[in-house]
């Protein structure tokens, strides 16, 4: 049997290098030995976002673009809607019953971003419990393989202690899944912050053109110990030469910058050109793919139909086996 992927992103904005090194790189090269559902996750984007849906259409749709244009192939991977996959709800209510107040307190990934969006007072309960709605997301389409970036690990974990209870309490229907995580788990901001964000405003786009790469490179964050170029200034821990590790491929440059760079031999402006370029080499088939792809919205439109009319089917197969086990499959 040929096993599944499921993974998704909140449309709130179009996608950056840090979900490209996180996860993007990953499905790409798995679509070609995993039969990979793609979620455009909307109903969890709304969770921090309900007061403003208007956001969300626009998004879905450069989301999808950013999907193709880094390589997706819309013949092996589907790209789902979630709010247009109403049993992903229905599931989420049953799921409800099998996770206490007690675990999504100690949920890591959810105590974080409750304190960065000053949830802290007014928590609503949707944003509380979406960690069980995304248990939902994986295991609706049984997926053995979730690829993601590192923050999302305690999400799989729910979903796995999830599972664990559904099959040991009504019938073994859903599947454990594993996380995967992409060889840099989690990609600094340009402005050195632990996680590049796009509600942090430290974000390198996959569309951005080249004067704005330019731009966001130019004013990075490097060594603040270091005032004069003469200086000699710190490698580690320097978001710079972060970049350079993950997207320079021409190691001999990079090895020669840092060392220049500890003796005070080098400009924050040449390190910072050298890694310009560097991703404008990752960038420009990304762009020119996006561009494409952008100049047809009536195909990117039909790849998100049939690719949720396809997952959808999955849902609706998995749910009925849900309601067999649950003995809610009732024959009035
Ligand atoms: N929470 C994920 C994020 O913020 C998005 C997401 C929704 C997801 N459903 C998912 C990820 C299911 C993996 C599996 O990026």
Same mark, same amino acid.
């Given at each position: 049997?040929?096993?599944?992927?499921?993974?998704?992103?909140?449309?709130?904005?179009?996608?950056?290098?840090?979900?490209?090194?996180?996860?993007?790189?990953? @499905?790409? @090269?798995?679509?070609?030995?995993?039969?990979?559902?793609?979620?455009?996750?909307?109903?969890?984007?709304? %969770?921090?976002?309900?007061?403003?849906?208007?956001?969300?259409?626009?998004?879905?749709?450069?989301?999808?673009?950013?999907?193709?244009?880094?390589?997706?192939?819309?013949?092996?991977?589907? #790209?789902?809607?979630?709010?247009?996959?109403?049993?992903?709800?229905?599931?989420?209510?049953?799921?409800?019953?099998?996770?206490?107040? =007690?675990?999504?307190? @100690?949920?890591?990934?959810?105590?974080? &971003?409750? +304190?960065?969006?000053?949830?802290?007072?007014?928590?609503?309960?949707?944003?509380?419990?979406?960690?069980?709605?995304?248990?939902?997301?994986?295991?609706? #389409?049984? =997926?053995?393989?979730?690829?993601?970036?590192?923050?999302?690990?305690?999400?799989?974990?729910?979903?796995?202690?999830?599972?664990?209870?559904?099959?040991? !309490?009504?019938?073994?229907?859903?599947?454990?899944?594993?996380?995967?995580?992409?060889?840099?788990?989690?990609?600094?901001?340009?402005?050195?912050?632990?996680? !590049?964000?796009?509600?942090?405003?430290?974000?390198?786009?996959?569309?951005?053109?080249?004067?704005?790469?330019?731009?966001?490179?130019?004013?990075?964050?490097?060594?603040? %110990?270091?005032?004069?170029? %003469?200086?000699?200034?710190?490698?580690?821990?320097?978001?710079?030469? /972060?970049?350079?590790?993950?997207?320079?491929?021409?190691?001999?440059?990079?090895?020669?910058?840092?060392?220049?760079?500890? +003796?005070?031999?080098?400009?924050?402006? &040449?390190?910072?050109?050298?890694?310009?370029?560097?991703?404008?080499?990752?960038?420009?088939?990304?762009? =020119?793919?996006?561009?494409?792809?952008?100049? +047809?919205?009536?195909?990117?439109?039909?790849?998100?139909?049939?690719? /949720?009319?396809?997952?959808?089917?999955?849902?609706? &197969?998995?749910?009925?086996?849900?309601?067999?086990?649950?003995?809610?499959?009732?024959? #009035?």
């Amino acid at each position: 049997m040929i096993k599944r992927i499921l993974t998704g992103d909140r449309p709130t904005s179009p996608l950056h290098l840090g979900h490209y090194v996180g996860s993007l790189q990953n @499905r790409v @090269r798995l679509q070609e030995e995993y039969d990979t559902y793609l979620l455009i996750a909307d109903v969890q984007a709304l %969770t921090d976002n309900f007061e403003h849906p208007e956001k969300l259409e626009a998004n879905i749709f450069e989301v999808a673009l950013d999907y193709l244009a880094v390589g997706i192939d819309p013949n092996k991977s589907k #790209f789902v809607v979630q709010s247009m996959v109403p049993e992903l709800t229905e599931l989420t209510i049953y799921f409800m019953n099998l996770v206490t107040t =007690a675990t999504l307190e @100690r949920n890591p990934t959810l105590k974080d &971003e409750i +304190k960065q969006k000053n949830f802290i007072k007014n928590l609503p309960v949707g944003f509380y419990t979406y960690p069980i709605s995304q248990a939902s997301d994986i295991t609706i #389409f049984k =997926a053995h393989l979730v690829p993601v970036g590192e923050d999302q690990l305690p999400m799989i974990e729910q979903a796995r202690e999830i599972v664990r209870r559904f099959n040991r !309490m009504y019938d073994k229907v859903l599947i454990e899944p594993k996380a995967l995580v992409g060889e840099v788990a989690r990609l600094p901001g340009t402005d050195g912050g632990a996680k !590049m964000g796009k509600s942090l405003g430290n974000c390198i786009y996959l569309g951005d053109p080249p004067d704005v790469v330019r731009k966001r490179v130019m004013s990075m964050y490097t060594d603040p %110990t270091r005032v004069h170029p %003469t200086d000699p200034g710190h490698v580690e821990g320097n978001p710079v030469f /972060t970049y350079h590790d993950v997207f320079n491929p021409d190691k001999a440059e990079v090895e020669d910058l840092k060392e220049r760079y500890r +003796k005070g031999k080098v400009g924050d402006v &040449e390190v910072k050109e050298k890694l310009f370029k560097a991703l404008n080499v990752v960038l420009e088939p990304i762009r =020119a793919r996006r561009e494409r792809f952008a100049s +047809k919205p009536e195909r990117v439109r039909e790849i998100i139909v049939e690719g /949720t009319r396809k997952g959808r089917a999955v849902a609706q &197969e998995t749910m009925a086996e849900v309601r067999t086990a649950m003995k809610i499959s009732y024959k #009035f």
